[in-house]
């Protein structure tokens, strides 16, 4: 029997890159037995996308008032879909997916039965501190978070056993399959292909991987983009200027520390969920501190002269109306040419990321001249 898969995240567990190596392999896929439909393009370029389940999301995920497949019903469309398979495999893959509507899920459950389809939930977990910087991080790149981690943590929900039990509860504990991506991140799509699609190792061969997708800023990269986010207007601007950034040194490491008050609030609200989510996977579990976080005390990160004139012109290029946030008194001057505010006394001055758009590589800051 053929099986409906759908990859629900969670959040910061590499779903963007799976995303990109889905649609760069989508044929190669099909040939091994796995469909992957929709339009892809932007995703095989490289671009982070939310994923080919989006019309799902519309139906299982009522409270985000997505548009709809046009006006047609959307357990009717993917009926259709599931015929196009003509008997093989099909893979739907949106972090969004994870916050489906139970009763909806029963109803997508229904009408695979109804075609002959199995439908197995696949979640990947991580580290609870791990997942939580991440989270953080997040809400820096895309969300114009402007607060410190410690203030970040006491809204901080993870969702991991919720999502698991609710997943059991929609399609059963066999058909879905939890794995811990700390122990996966380097071979992420060789895991989902071995152990969610079980695909052959006979059969496993030629597929591309997707490399670095969508990485996490560094400390100073957050701290950077944190600071600017108290003066833009929008998360749009955040995420043009976060994608600069990642784009333009995709493989830059990061070194996480966390306080011990950061791990004993951690520690009290999800310790004892870690044994019940660990009773789902396959192999070793989680911990409530992942490999790469340190305890201790953060330094202090501060910026250079060049940093802070950068930030001034910054506020001028992304765009004008961003800087209308900041108080009168602390707003910069428009000047006729912005490179006087980036030039003055620096005889050097650095390469820094252009803005591009998001999924796009980025090269040196391009500067208006008058």
């Known amino acids: 029997m053929p099986v409906l898969f759908l990859h629900i995240g969670a959040g910061k567990t590499g779903t963007s890159a799976l995303q990109v190596a889905f649609a760069r392999n989508a044929w190669l896929l099909r040939q091994r037995g796995t469909f992957y439909p929709g339009r ?12 080919n389940g989006t019309m799902l999301v519309s139906h299982l995920v ?94 901080y929900k993870n969702d991991f056993l919720s999502t698991i039990e609710r ?105 004892k969920d870690i044994e019940p989510i660990n009773s789902y996977i396959d192999g070793a579990g989680i911990r409530l501190i992942g490999e790469g976080i340190e305890i201790g005390e953060r330094p202090a990160i501060e910026f250079s002269n060049f940093e802070h004139r950068l930030m001034d012109a910054l506020t001028l290029l992304l765009p004008q109306s961003s800087i209308t946030s900041v108080p009168a008194e602390r707003r910069p001057l428009p000047v006729p040419n912005v490179l006087r505010v980036l030039t003055s006394g620096d005889h050097h001055i650095p390469d820094v990321p252009r803005f591009a758009q998001a999924g796009r590589p980025a090269g040196p800051l391009e500067l208006p001249r008058p």
Do not use: W
Request: positive net charge; contains cysteine.
């Open 167 to 271: 997943s059991v509860a929609a399609v059963g504990r066999n058909n879905v399959r939890v794995r811990n991506y700390d122990t996966v991140r380097k071979d992420l799509f060789e895991d989902f292909r071995r152990n969610v699609l079980e695909i052959q190792p006979a059969a496993d061969v030629g597929f591309i991987n997707p490399g670095m997708i969508n990485r996490t800023l560094t400390p100073h990269e957050t701290e950077f983009v944190r600071r600017m986010n108290e003066r833009f207007e929008s998360g749009r601007q955040s995420t043009l200027l976060s994608d600069a950034l990642i784009y333009s040194a995709p493989e830059s490491e990061r070194r996480v520390i966390i306080t011990e008050e950061e791990k004993a609030a951690l520690e009290t609200r999800y310790g």
């Open 40 to 51: 892809n393009e932007p995703a095989a370029t490289g671009r982070i996308t939310s994923g």
């Open 62 to 155: 009522p409270d985000l008032k997505l548009p709809a497949a046009g006006k047609r019903d959307i357990v009717t469309v993917l009926r259709e879909t599931l015929k196009r398979a003509s008997g093989k495999n099909v893979l739907y893959s949106s972090e969004l997916l994870q916050r489906f509507d139970l009763a909806r899920m029963t109803q997508v459950v229904e009408a695979a039965r109804s075609e002959d389809f199995t439908v197995r939930i696949a979640y990947y977990v991580r580290s609870i501190a791990g997942q939580a910087y991440s989270a953080y991080v997040q809400n820096i790149k895309r969300h114009k978070c402007t607060r410190r981690f410690r203030e970040f943590l006491t809204t």
